[in-house]
């Protein structure tokens, strides 16, 4: 793995530190011990940019990424979805090559903030409801059709948090905007002082029943690549990573 990776903000401006780094359209989600400024400071954790070694242990597990090298990565980078509405916004995408291949790598960070508070099926019915008081809505749709996306019945969907819905399919359609071959979702797990236990928890059983959902069904351990799945054509691998206090 080489150490040439650039970041830039979205704008295209370089990050040269971890207080450079883009901030996420909430103010009070840039703040010490939440995940927006944890990821920042994983990336600046020497003098210069370097691969969080938890991540770099994450593409090791994968022979597919023998020799990888990171060229490129955007904090914050939103991915359009399908219909109209809010694009999938990735906390980090990033991109590599192997001697072979081209690949994506779009990262989610969590400290102890969940999966969003929806699940499909209740996001479904919400958007159902609204439409029967004729207000305008096209998340229906966007469901479905993200749902073709993935494997798995789309009824086994429902109870699985709408944003790990999202983030996959974000994944793969970042990584066919990226000519890539294959793309890796990541969730990067930050356990702080500010961390409350039982809500990491509820994490875990919310991503150990989305792995089950698309077939993973391995435990659910830290620092391993599952895989891959077809979502869009592309191969998917998945994984979960966590920085320890």
């Known amino acids: 793995m080489n150490s040439t990776i650039k970041l830039y903000r979205p704008d295209g401006s370089p990050i040269t530190d971890w207080e450079s780094w883009t ?50 990565g955007i904090p914050e ?17 990033l991109q590599g090559k192997t001697s072979s291949e081209f690949f994506t790598v779009c990262i989610e960070a969590k400290a102890d903030e969940p999966f969003g508070n929806e699940t499909v099926g209740s996001y479904r019915e919400a958007a159902i409801k609204r439409r029967e008081s004729d207000i305008p809505t096209r998340v229906p749709e966007r469901i479905e059709k993200l749902l073709s996306f993935v494997p798995g019945a789309q009824n086994k969907w429902d109870n699985i948090k709408y944003q790990l819905l999202t983030a996959l399919c974000g994944t793969a359609l970042e990584a066919i905007s990226d000519n890539s071959n294959f793309a890796i979702f990541a969730v990067h797990e930050f356990h702080t002082e500010n961390t409350i236990v039982e809500k990491i928890d509820s994490n875990s059983r919310d991503f150990e029943a989305f792995l089950n959902t698309i077939g993973i069904t391995q435990e659910n351990k830290f620092g391993t690549l599952f895989g891959p799945i077809n979502v869009c054509g592309i191969d998917c691998y998945v994984g979960k990573i966590v920085k320890q206090k």
């Open 23 to 72: 901030r996420p359209k909430k103010d009070y989600h840039w703040a010490p011990g939440r995940s927006a400024m944890e990821l920042a400071k994983a990336w600046f954790s020497e003098s210069k940019i370097s691969i969080p070694r938890e991540l770099e242990e994450l593409f090791n597990s994968l022979k597919r990424l023998n020799g990888f090298q990171l060229l490129s």
């Open 77 to 93: 980078k939103v991915t359009s979805l399908p219909e109209r509405g809010e694009g999938r916004n990735h906390d980090l995408s």
